[in-house]
């Protein structure tokens, strides 16, 4: 069973190509940003919690975003694969996933998209002039970097130790991007 973490900087596509990915491989999607930005919509206290750490471009703590993943992976109703995007974003987080996964007995490989630090600010600048999402200015994609930089990209480490890791360059397309990642997961 294929199951994917789909990882690199905010802004470098991971939403896009998973698309493309759940499109053609039928996996399930699970977004922890979306999941987060629906409890906002839905006005929850959790989604107040999330407001006030995304607003700032800080990340959700651990346990809180453990257990969230944890309850999303447990209303899946299809036997597919799952496609997980914006998770795990610390190490902390890969060790709960490996473990939640072992569990089921499924494994999960990374793809690592890299792109550009400029091109990534530049993308995000431009979404947040249409997405709406108020941690799309440039202050605060500024702190996202940072933050991804210290505790985000160690989680690849942990993966290519585990031998389940897979480098993308996405400064091309996102059909030359979604190229890379097809031929990855035709041979795994
Ligand atoms: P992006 O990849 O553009 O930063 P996301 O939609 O994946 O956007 O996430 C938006 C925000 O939600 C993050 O900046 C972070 O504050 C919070 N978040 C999402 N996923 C996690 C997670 N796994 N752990 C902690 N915080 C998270």
């Known amino acids: ?29 699970i977004s922890t940003g979306e999941v987060l930005r629906g409890e906002i919509a839905a006005g929850t206290e959790l ?16 346990e809180l975003m453990i257990s969230i993943l944890a309850s999303k992976l447990d209303s899946l109703t299809s036997g597919n694969g799952v496609i997980f995007d914006g998770f795990p974003r610390t190490v902390a987080q890969a060790e ?3 473990l939640l996964l072992e569990r089921r007995h499924m494994k999960a490989v990374l793809l690592d998209m890299f792109v550009e630090e400029d091109e990534v600010i530049k993308r995000l600048l431009n979404r947040g002039k249409t997405s ?24 690849c480490t942990y993966y290519l130790h585990r031998h389940n890791y897979f480098a993308i360059n996405g400064n091309y397309s996102m059909e030359d991007t979604f190229c890379q990642i097809d031929n990855i997961l035709r041979l795994i």
């Open 96 to 98: 709960a996933l490996e």
């Open 1 to 29: 069973m294929l199951n994917i973490v789909i990882f690199g900087a905010p802004g470098s596509g991971k939403g896009t190509q998973s698309e493309r990915i759940v499109e053609k491989y039928g996996l399930n999607h």
């Open 47 to 62: 989604g107040a919690t999330a407001q006030r750490l995304i607003d700032k471009g800080q990340l959700i703590p651990d």
């Open 132 to 155: 709406g999402r108020a941690d799309d200015n440039y202050e605060t994609i500024k702190k996202r970097l940072q933050v991804y930089q210290a505790e985000t990209k160690p989680v």
